[in-house]
Each structure stands twice: as structure tokens, then as C-alpha cells.
């Protein structure tokens, strides 16, 4: 095994796990792992999750490897409005919503968390493709309502205005119907009160 053939082989892959060099390399030995992180061929991004040094990132990639790393999960919350561009500025940590327990990961590509949502919470996100990489994101709805649902501290028009959310943008983007459905449909009431109050602000700001 030597690292011109084992490059060949994962180059095309943001990330790649212990499980996936074993697939394709029966018999790896794990210290080349080690030998090439201290030559600064490769690092770690955390616990059996590797990535090239050499690599440049963009945030399709780092969407996917927020998606690889952690699973199920699906980018959300600030991380998917600022994708969307329904808030002015971008993020320094990539959030996902999750089924498992929160958890937050910095490592040395990115910040990423995750958010603890239940199973019948877990739906409203899509599949984007960005070059050969496709990764799950939460529709503008749904990130607008993962946001609520995750910090029920906000509460009042203030607050919201304190997301700096680009209204002009969401006023002509957002699905309102499917905004109002996922709200009756599938949050609790005190969900569904922060959420009414959310609409009544962005559509009369």
C-alpha cells in the first residue's frame, strides 16, 4: 500500500471513514493512517473520519461532509438561510438537525453541530447536487421552522428582527402554504403559537 495508490483511489471523496479504506483495502494497515497524519498527507476530521491536507473546500462539500459525519442529518437553521440567502451573512458553523442526540464536532475543516430533533420532526429537507455532491438541506420553510422549534427563546418581534432575516427575499421565496402546513400538520402548539408569530412578521415588515 502506498500513498500514491491510495490517493488515486479517495481523491474524489471529501471525507472518507476507516470502514470505507477497509472496504476497498482489505487488510489496511491503520498505522499508514498515522505515518501519512504526521507527514501532513492526511488528517483527521474526527474519530475514523479522514480527509487529504491538500484539499480545497467549498460549502457544497463541507454540506456533504456535515451530512457523512453525523447521519441521519440534514443542514438547517442559519446554516440553510444563509444558503438560501434569507440572512445577509454567512455562518461559522455548518447546523444540521438530527434524530440523534445533540452534539457538536470542531474540527480542522469546520464547525459543525447538530440539533436533537424527534423521528416525526425529521422530514421537509431535499436533496441538492453541487457537482458530483449532493447533500440533504432543509427546504426555506422548514429551516425557518427547525429555527423555532430548536430555540424556543424566540418568542417576540425583536427577537426575530435580531436574526436579521432578509425579508424582501423570504416575502418572495418562501412557500407560504407549505410553511402553514408543516405548521398545523406537525408542530406542537407552542410551536405552532411561535410560528404564527413569525408569519405575521415577516408578512407585514
Known amino acids: 500500500m502506498n500513498l500514491l495508490e ?12 476507516r470502514l470505507e479504506i477497509e472496504k476497498y483495502f482489505p487488510g489496511f494497515d491503520p498505522k499508514n493512517l498515522v505515518r501519512w497524519q504526521e507527514k501532513g498527507y492526511v488528517q483527521k476530521v474526527r474519530n475514523n473520519w479522514y480527509c ?28 440553510a438561510l444563509s444558503h438560501y440567502k434569507l440572512i445577509p451573512e454567512g455562518v461559522f458553523t455548518i447546523q444540521s438537525v438530527s434524530t440523534r442526540k445533540t452534539n457538536a464536532f470542531q474540527t ?6 447538530y440539533g436533537s430533533v424527534k423521528p416525526a420532526w425529521y422530514f421537509g429537507y431535499r436533496m441538492e447536487k453541487n457537482g458530483p455532491f449532493y447533500f440533504a438541506i432543509a427546504e426555506p420553510a422548514k429551516a425557518l421552522l427547525d429555527l423555532l422549534y430548536l430555540r424556543p427563546e424566540l418568542q417576540t418581534d425583536v427577537q426575530f428582527e435580531a436574526l436579521r432575516l432578509n425579508i424582501a427575499e423570504i416575502q418572495a421565496t418562501l412557500d407560504i402554504a407549505r410553511y ?3 405548521l398545523e400538520q406537525f408542530a406542537g402548539p407552542a410551536v405552532q403559537a411561535r410560528g404564527r408569530r413569525l408569519l405575521a412578521f415577516i408578512q407585514r415588515t
Open 108 to 113: 480542522s475543516i469546520g464547525n459543525f453541530s
Open 180 to 182: 402553514r402546513l408543516y
Open 6 to 17: 491510495f490517493k488515486s483511489t479517495f481523491q474524489d471523496y471529501p471525507v472518507f471513514s
Open 52 to 79: 487529504f491536507s491538500d484539499r480545497q473546500w467549498n460549502e457544497s462539500q463541507l454540506f456533504w461532509v456535515a451530512n457523512r459525519i453525523y447521519t441521519p442529518s440534514y443542514i438547517s437553521l442559519e446554516a
